[in-house]
């Protein structure tokens, strides 16, 4: 159906994609893995028309088609749902459903809002999602918004004759496991009138929804196999050139954390989240807070932080008492907050590597208002040494770097910024196997210096593996904690049982 033969695209004098031959057969799901920055941007780009390929050519059932910018890898039927949503939040469904055909519910000038209405109901309806056309976006989930790109997607069987080809990047990356088993089902029921190309840095996700994969590393494809024949551990290696071992997590260098507690939580409560929460924080102790959608884990990161305010109790670090509105009390206090949504909380893409790194601590490179650069820029060289960040320098734009060379920034920041606490929501979300191991090494040598992490995880095996205890929540509560000590971990379906 869809076929790539021998496609090479470069920038400036430097070859990203050498000699890519890809098919996309008729009903199929399609996997594409590899780490960060092994050309699957590029590669996607040029299935979406924004780039053209310097060599080869691409075919769409037998013939040669030229994808000359977006509108012609969407006339040709070529549809991608981004992992950034391309929804806007301040207008309706209908209107994001619809976007650029206006025309064709117009008369006049005047747009037919009842015709509008009704077409969108009509592609709601194949994503299997009941809601009213005239909601605006901004009132949805993010799974629901999810749902909603992949009926813009599907919406262009009714502008083409062929089969549709839709490319997921990365659908999954902010989803809970209730609406990734949606999505899942959903795209199974739909293989009957479009093929997908999945992106994802999961591995058993990958494994579950595709009927082939293919492994990109270094800009070429070096593998292809159906699936079923496939495993973690395989694509693990062909990915990053070594095996997926048991020292993922990096266990061996979990050391017993300190009794001294850092930071203290008595009848936290924040009202329609959580109550009555108590725990303490100790030295040098990464503390795991699991639960499922609505349990409060969330929130409270989010109170802990600064970022919302408490109705009751009391936190306190260090012994004193933890006061004032936003997170400057917090950051004073020694507290940095990693976010889960990196692009949208956590950094500055169009700021410098060096000015991402001393955000939090401006006063460190300015004397009486004005900024020392050359002091900024010797800051942020040691942590990139000390980090092992890949960048060109500490003046390159942060949005030209990896996501996992992204977070190194940030986590860089706030260890300039002399957090002693670090809050790690979903730190390694949207990162590649090889660029979460990174991460988890860090997060290792850092707890190591004394610093405390609370963590919450994409997945229940990420956060056992790491954590020294977890708690539990349910509606809003403490339901049960567990130690994890190394070697004597506990498994998830002992978490699951106090979860749901």
């Not at 089902?185 to 739909?190: A, E, G, K, M, T």
């Not at 190309?197 to 994969?213: K, N, P, T």
Request: proline fraction near 3%; glycine fraction near 10%.
């Amino acid at each position: 159906m869809l076929t790539l033969n021998n496609v090479c695209k470069r920038f400036n004098g430097i070859t990203v994609l050498k000699n890519i031959s890809l098919e996309v057969r008729k009903n199929e799901v399609v996997g594409l893995i590899g780490e960060n920055g092994a050309g699957k941007s590029t590669l996607m780009k040029i299935l979406t028309g924004v780039y053209q390929p310097d060599e080869g050519h691409l075919e769409l059932d037998g013939s040669p088609i030229v994808l000359d910018g977006p509108r012609g890898a969407t006339a040709n039927g070529i549809a991608m749902v981004y992992q950034e949503q391309s929804i806007l939040l301040n207008l309706s469904v209908a209107e994001n459903l619809f976007m650029g055909r206006e025309d064709e519910f117009s008369r006049f000038g005047c747009l037919n809002w009842k015709k509008l209405h009704r077409a969108a109901r009509l592609q709601l309806a194949k994503v299997n999602l009941d809601i009213d056309p005239g909601l605006l976006c901004s009132e949805l989930s993010f799974g629901q918004r999810q749902m909603i790109e992949l009926a813009k997607a599907l919406a262009l069987e009714e502008r083409t004759e062929g089969h549709l080809v839709i490319l997921l990047d990365e659908p999954t990356s902010a989803l809970e496991q209730r609406e990734i088993d949606t999505l899942f089902r959903l795209v199974r029921q739909l293989k009957s009138r479009a093929s997908f190309i999945f992106v994802s840095h999961r591995l058993d996700e990958l494994l579950d929804l595709s009927d082939r994969v293919y492994v990109m590393k270094d800009g070429e494809v070096v593998a292809e196999m159906p699936a079923a024949e496939a495993s973690k551990e395989r694509l693990h290696t062909l990915m990053v050139g070594r095996s997926l071992h048991a020292e993922y997590y990096r266990e061996s260098l979990q050391q017993p954390c300190l009794t001294e507690v850092v930071m203290s939580a008595r009848d936290l409560a924040l009202e329609g989240s959580f109550s009555g929460l108590d725990f303490d924080l100790h030295r040098g102790e990464i503390l795991g807070i699991a639960g499922v959608i609505g349990s409060g884990r969330e929130e409270l990161c989010r109170v802990l932080a600064g970022l919302m305010p408490k109705s009751r109790g009391e936190i306190q670090v260090q012994g004193q008492r933890l006061d004032g509105a936003g997170p400057g009390p917090a950051i004073r206090a020694g507290i940095g907050y990693i976010p889960r949504e990196r692009k949208v909380e956590g950094i500055v893409s169009m700021l410098s590597v060096a000015q991402n790194m001393t955000l939090a601590r401006i006063g460190q490179v300015t004397s009486f208002g004005l900024l020392d650069e050359r002091k900024e820029r010797s800051i942020a060289e040691d942590w990139i040494k000390r980090l092992s960040i890949k960048t060109p320098g500490p003046d390159a734009l942060l949005l030209n770097l990896s996501g996992g060379n992204q977070q190194k920034v940030v986590l860089a920041k706030w260890r300039n910024a002399g957090s002693t606490i670090l809050i790690l929501d979903h730190p390694t979300r949207g990162l590649d196997v090889g660029a979460k191991e990174d991460v988890y090494q860090l997060i290792r040598e850092i707890t190591a210096q004394g610093v405390s992490v609370i963590l919450t995880a994409d997945t229940l095996e990420e956060m056992i593996g790491l954590s020294h205890r977890i708690l539990v929540m349910r509606d809003g509560e403490v339901a049960q904690s567990f130690d994890c000590l190394p070697g004597a971990k506990p498994q998830q379906v002992d978490l699951i049982q106090y979860m749901v």
